[in-house]
């Protein structure tokens, strides 16, 4: 069984091109290649009615998991609680073991600058513990504010900090191995063959015939950064007892012998 997840990223800076969106980058590739399937990546605004409706647009699709990124600061435009608890028809409150967290990452902080070690829990502070009733947090190995995640129909959901470090550090240590348990024996194998001399749309019917003769296998072209050749990028999933690398040379022997017939140059 494929194990879906969804990525949701938060954050106007995304939106207007302030800020290049990394962590869906970073994350798709993460996912993939621990052999789970990324089938949306969407990007919404700091807004609370726009957070909440793609969490339950996406709870609704049914992925294994859901993960968001971005809004968990202590500043205003931090609204992605806020969102989650809207989806959730979820009042907000302090969570005491977030609290904590966010208590305790303050002092070390005082303490590794010499500065005094009582530490005052200022409403932006405290905001980075506001959670939504019925939710956990998750401990931030880097940062101040802590995760989230909640289980909602059968939807495990994650919230995740924006700043890259933070984000990656959490996943690592407490996403990944989650899906790992759900995809099981499960593997993601891929392999790129380079071509040139040949025109896409005259590769296009065989790359079609070597995906009807390997079904398991997904062929996408890509142009490269030169004005001549392509990318083919063979990729797929597959149980661990599959032989998966041997399957992508199959399919590689075979796409190569039909592109020299038409013409084109194969590079290894």
Not at 21 to 36: F, H, R, S, V
Not at 212 to 229: C, F, M, Q, V
Not at 242 to 267: D, F, P, Q, R, W
Request: glycine share 6%.
């Amino acid at each position: 069984m494929t194990v879906d997840v969804e990525i949701i990223c938060i954050g106007n800076e995304l939106l207007i091109g302030k800020i290049e969106n990394t962590n869906a980058y970073w994350l798709a590739k993460q996912i993939t290649a621990i052999g789970a399937s990324v089938r949306r990546i969407t990007v919404v605004q700091d807004i609370v009615e726009e957070i909440a409706a793609s969490i339950n647009e996406a709870v609704a699709r049914k992925p294994q998991f859901i993960i968001t990124t971005g809004g968990l600061g202590p500043t205003f435009d931090d609204k992605t609680f806020q969102g989650i608890a809207k989806a959730l028809n979820q009042k907000l409150v302090v969570n005491a073991d977030a609290f904590e967290m966010v208590k305790q990452k303050c002092i070390e902080w005082a303490e590794k600058r010499r500065m005094p070690a009582e530490i005052e829990m200022t409403p932006p502070r405290v905001k980075m513990a506001v959670f939504p009733e019925n939710t956990e947090p998750i401990t931030n190995p880097i940062g101040t504010a802590p995760g989230l995640q909640v289980h909602v129909e059968g939807v495990a959901l994650f919230a995740l900090p924006g700043v890259p470090r933070e984000m990656e550090a959490i996943f690592t240590q407490t996403i990944v191995p989650l899906i790992k348990k759900s995809v099981g024996a499960g593997i993601f194998c891929e392999l790129s063959i380079f071509i040139d001399d040949i025109f896409e749309s005259r590769l296009a019917p065989l790359i079609d015939l070597v995906m009807d003769d390997n079904p398991d296998i997904y062929i996408k072209s890509h142009a490269l950064r030169t004005e001549r050749g392509l990318e083919l990028h063979l990729t797929s999933f597959s149980d661990e007892n599959k032989n998966c690398s041997g399957a992508l040379e199959k399919a590689a022997k075979e796409l190569t012998v039909l592109i020299k017939a038409n013409g084109g140059v194969v590079y290894t």
